[in-house]
Nanobody, 133 residues
Framework: VQLVESGGGSVQAGGSLRLSCKVS????????IGWFRQVPGKRREGLAC????????YYIDSVKGRFTISSESAENTVYLQMNNLEPEDTADYYC???????????????????????????WGKGTRVTVPS
């Protein structure tokens, strides 16, 4: 199983980026796939989650209206469209996947829940987003 993030970079405040998470080695449609971010020295934060076969997106409150998660089954890819970026969005962004679909609600958008690593089994290596102040 492999998850590969791309699309990070440096963008001015108010700008947009679209992150991609290319997934291989698992049945893409049946997995919970989430986006997370981490500032060095701080806890990893769940941002958004989707189960592609269902298509319903889940978000934490602080990114609702600015971030959009979507999936493209033909490409085995999950996207995170980020608009109106702020310096506080500067972080390393990761995607992760797990076959327990309930994790979208139980952990990703619920501050991690009781499970290590949000309960997610498979993780990418991350892509860095920088929004200078």
């Amino acid at each position: 199983v492999q998850l590969v993030e791309s699309g990070g970079g440096s963008v001015q405040a108010g700008g947009s980026l679209r992150l991609s998470c290319k997934v291989s080695g698992l049945r893409f449609d049946n997995y919970a796939i989430g986006w997370f971010r981490q500032v060095p020295g701080k806890r990893r934060e769940g941002l958004a989650c989707i189960v592609p076969e269902d298509g319903r997106p889940y978000y934490i409150d602080s990114v609702k209206g600015r971030f959009t998660i979507s999936s493209e089954s033909a490409e085995n890819t999950v996207y995170l469209q980020m608009n109106n970026l702020e310096p506080e969005d500067t972080a390393d962004y990761y995607c992760a996947a797990d076959s327990w679909k309930d994790l979208c609600v139980r952990t990703v958008v619920a501050r991690g829940g009781p499970y290590p690593h949000f309960g997610m089994k498979y993780w990418g290596k991350g892509t860095r987003v920088t929004v200078p102040s």
